[in-house]
Protein backbone atom coordinates (compact mmCIF):
# COMPACT_ATOMS: atom_id res chain seq x y z
CA UNK A 1 0.00 0.00 0.00
CA UNK A 2 1.21 3.44 -0.51
CA UNK A 3 0.55 6.82 1.08
CA UNK A 4 1.02 10.16 0.22
CA UNK A 5 0.39 13.15 2.04
CA UNK A 6 -0.08 17.00 1.88
CA UNK A 7 0.95 19.18 4.65
CA UNK A 8 -0.95 22.47 5.66
CA UNK A 9 0.69 25.27 7.14
CA UNK A 10 0.49 28.77 7.57
CA UNK A 11 -1.79 29.70 10.41
CA UNK A 12 -1.56 29.18 14.35
CA UNK A 13 -2.52 25.21 14.85
CA UNK A 14 -0.88 23.80 11.79
CA UNK A 15 0.67 21.89 10.39
CA UNK A 16 -2.58 19.57 9.26
CA UNK A 17 -2.34 16.73 7.66
CA UNK A 18 -4.33 15.12 4.52
CA UNK A 19 -3.23 11.53 4.04
CA UNK A 20 -4.24 9.48 1.05
CA UNK A 21 -3.76 5.88 0.66
CA UNK A 22 -3.34 3.81 -2.23
CA UNK A 23 -3.35 0.10 -3.96
CA UNK A 24 -0.23 -1.15 -5.30
CA UNK A 25 3.69 -1.07 -4.37
CA UNK A 26 5.63 -0.27 -7.39
CA UNK A 27 7.53 2.97 -8.24
CA UNK A 28 4.54 4.18 -11.34
CA UNK A 29 2.04 3.20 -8.68
CA UNK A 30 3.77 5.71 -6.44
CA UNK A 31 4.13 8.34 -9.46
CA UNK A 32 0.39 7.90 -10.65
CA UNK A 33 -0.41 8.14 -6.58
CA UNK A 34 2.10 11.38 -6.35
CA UNK A 35 0.27 13.27 -9.85
CA UNK A 36 -3.32 12.19 -8.21
CA UNK A 37 -2.92 14.10 -4.93
CA UNK A 38 -0.34 16.89 -6.52
CA UNK A 39 -3.79 17.40 -9.24
CA UNK A 40 -6.12 17.25 -5.95
CA UNK A 41 -4.12 20.07 -4.44
CA UNK A 42 -3.25 22.51 -7.33
CA UNK A 43 -7.46 22.24 -8.50
CA UNK A 44 -8.13 22.82 -4.93
CA UNK A 45 -6.40 26.34 -4.60
CA UNK A 46 -9.55 28.48 -5.66
CA UNK A 47 -11.20 27.49 -2.59
CA UNK A 48 -8.46 27.82 -0.41
CA UNK A 49 -7.64 30.68 2.12
CA UNK A 50 -4.55 32.37 0.68
CA UNK A 51 -2.94 32.38 4.56
CA UNK A 52 -3.16 28.49 3.91
CA UNK A 53 -0.36 26.74 2.37
CA UNK A 54 -0.53 23.01 0.97
CA UNK A 55 2.87 20.83 0.64
CA UNK A 56 2.82 17.79 -0.73
CA UNK A 57 5.44 15.77 0.73
CA UNK A 58 8.19 14.73 -1.83
CA UNK A 59 7.77 10.82 -0.43
CA UNK A 60 5.60 8.35 -0.96
CA UNK A 61 5.85 5.40 1.71
CA UNK A 62 5.11 1.95 0.62
CA UNK A 63 3.72 0.17 4.05
CA UNK A 64 3.00 -3.05 4.55
CA UNK A 65 -0.96 -3.20 5.02
CA UNK A 66 -1.68 -5.71 7.18
CA UNK A 67 1.38 -4.98 9.74
CA UNK A 68 1.49 -0.84 9.33
CA UNK A 69 5.12 -1.25 8.92
CA UNK A 70 7.40 1.02 6.51
CA UNK A 71 8.99 -1.07 3.29
CA UNK A 72 10.14 1.38 1.27
CA UNK A 73 10.35 5.05 0.71
CA UNK A 74 9.77 5.88 -3.08
CA UNK A 75 11.05 9.89 -3.99
CA UNK A 76 8.67 11.74 -6.01
CA UNK A 77 8.14 15.21 -7.51
CA UNK A 78 6.43 17.03 -4.76
CA UNK A 79 4.44 20.05 -4.63
CA UNK A 80 3.29 23.81 -3.19
CA UNK A 81 0.39 25.49 -3.57
CA UNK A 82 -1.29 28.34 -1.89
CA UNK A 83 -4.60 29.28 -1.83
CA UNK A 84 -6.18 32.01 -3.95
CA UNK A 85 -9.84 32.02 -2.62
CA UNK A 86 -11.54 35.11 -1.16
CA UNK A 87 -12.81 36.21 1.75
CA UNK A 88 -12.32 36.45 5.58
CA UNK A 89 -11.32 32.53 6.73
CA UNK A 90 -13.45 30.46 8.49
CA UNK A 91 -12.30 29.82 12.09
CA UNK A 92 -9.41 26.95 11.37
CA UNK A 93 -10.80 23.92 13.16
CA UNK A 94 -14.13 24.32 11.05
CA UNK A 95 -13.00 21.99 7.59
CA UNK A 96 -14.97 20.18 5.21
CA UNK A 97 -15.38 16.37 5.91
CA UNK A 98 -16.05 13.71 2.77
CA UNK A 99 -16.75 10.38 3.44
CA UNK A 100 -14.64 7.41 1.38
CA UNK A 101 -17.23 4.79 0.42
CA UNK A 102 -15.62 1.40 0.22
CA UNK A 103 -17.85 -2.01 -0.35
CA UNK A 104 -15.75 -3.46 2.13
CA UNK A 105 -16.76 -5.11 5.78
CA UNK A 106 -14.83 -5.32 8.25
CA UNK A 107 -15.90 -6.75 11.87
CA UNK A 108 -19.31 -6.68 10.80
CA UNK A 109 -19.27 -3.09 9.89
CA UNK A 110 -19.76 -1.22 6.11
CA UNK A 111 -15.25 0.64 6.25
CA UNK A 112 -15.36 3.94 4.79
CA UNK A 113 -13.10 6.53 5.50
CA UNK A 114 -13.41 10.23 6.05
CA UNK A 115 -11.23 13.04 4.66
CA UNK A 116 -10.61 16.55 6.12
CA UNK A 117 -10.76 19.63 3.61
CA UNK A 118 -9.64 22.79 5.45
CA UNK A 119 -8.71 26.57 4.77
CA UNK A 120 -12.05 27.40 3.59
CA UNK A 121 -13.52 30.92 3.73
CA UNK A 122 -16.26 32.72 4.86
CA UNK A 123 -17.96 32.98 1.22
CA UNK A 124 -18.01 29.17 1.45
CA UNK A 125 -19.80 29.11 4.84
CA UNK A 126 -23.63 28.65 4.56
CA UNK A 127 -25.04 30.84 7.29
CA UNK A 128 -23.25 28.81 9.64
CA UNK A 129 -24.74 25.42 8.82
CA UNK A 130 -22.37 23.95 6.41
CA UNK A 131 -20.42 24.85 3.13
CA UNK A 132 -22.88 26.74 0.12
CA UNK A 133 -23.72 23.88 -2.10
CA UNK A 134 -20.97 25.01 -4.99
CA UNK A 135 -18.25 24.79 -2.67
CA UNK A 136 -19.15 21.48 -1.44
CA UNK A 137 -19.58 19.84 -5.03
CA UNK A 138 -16.31 21.57 -5.82
CA UNK A 139 -14.86 20.16 -3.37
CA UNK A 140 -15.91 16.50 -3.80
CA UNK A 141 -15.23 16.94 -7.22
CA UNK A 142 -12.00 17.34 -6.34
CA UNK A 143 -12.52 13.76 -4.63
CA UNK A 144 -13.89 12.16 -7.15
CA UNK A 145 -12.35 13.73 -10.49
CA UNK A 146 -9.02 13.75 -9.27
CA UNK A 147 -8.64 11.59 -6.55
CA UNK A 148 -10.98 8.73 -7.68
CA UNK A 149 -10.27 9.20 -11.67
CA UNK A 150 -6.55 8.45 -11.49
CA UNK A 151 -4.67 5.49 -12.83
CA UNK A 152 -3.75 5.07 -8.98
CA UNK A 153 -6.50 3.20 -6.81
CA UNK A 154 -7.36 5.34 -3.87
CA UNK A 155 -8.02 3.13 -0.64
CA UNK A 156 -9.00 3.01 3.04
CA UNK A 157 -7.12 1.77 5.03
CA UNK A 158 -7.88 -0.55 8.21
CA UNK A 159 -4.45 -0.40 10.90
CA UNK A 160 -3.71 -3.60 12.89
CA UNK A 161 -5.47 -3.84 16.05
CA UNK A 162 -3.96 -4.27 19.05
CA UNK A 163 -5.76 -7.00 19.59
CA UNK A 164 -3.51 -8.86 16.93
CA UNK A 165 -5.68 -8.34 13.87
CA UNK A 166 -4.30 -7.64 10.66
CA UNK A 167 -4.35 -4.84 8.82
CA UNK A 168 -6.47 -4.38 5.42
CA UNK A 169 -7.23 -2.21 2.39
CA UNK A 170 -10.51 -1.57 1.07
CA UNK A 171 -10.94 0.43 -2.51
CA UNK A 172 -12.94 3.42 -2.31
CA UNK A 173 -16.04 3.37 -4.96
CA UNK A 174 -17.38 7.06 -4.25
CA UNK A 175 -17.09 10.09 -2.33
CA UNK A 176 -19.48 12.56 -0.55
CA UNK A 177 -19.01 15.92 0.83
CA UNK A 178 -21.03 16.37 4.13
CA UNK A 179 -23.58 19.45 4.29
CA UNK A 180 -22.65 20.39 7.65
CA UNK A 181 -19.38 21.36 8.70
CA UNK A 182 -17.26 18.99 10.87
CA UNK A 183 -14.69 20.52 13.76
CA UNK A 184 -11.35 18.62 14.09
CA UNK A 185 -10.59 18.98 18.33
CA UNK A 186 -7.37 17.24 17.30
CA UNK A 187 -6.50 20.72 14.88
CA UNK A 188 -7.89 23.13 16.97
CA UNK A 189 -5.15 25.60 18.42
CA UNK A 190 -4.01 25.51 21.84
Do not use: C, K
Not at 57 to 75: K, R
Not at 89 to 109: D, E, K, V, W, Y
Not at 119 to 146: C, F, K, M
Amino acid sequence: MLRTRIVWTGVAGTPYYTTFHWAGDSPALAEAAQLATIDFLTTSVGVINPLIRGTIEPEVLNINPATGELIQVFTAAGSTSIGVGTGEPLPFQIQARTTLQTAGIRNGRRVNGSSYFPGLSEQANADGAGPVETIRESIQARYTDDLLGSTAVLVVWSRPSVSGGAGATNVVTGATTSSVWSQLRTRRAS
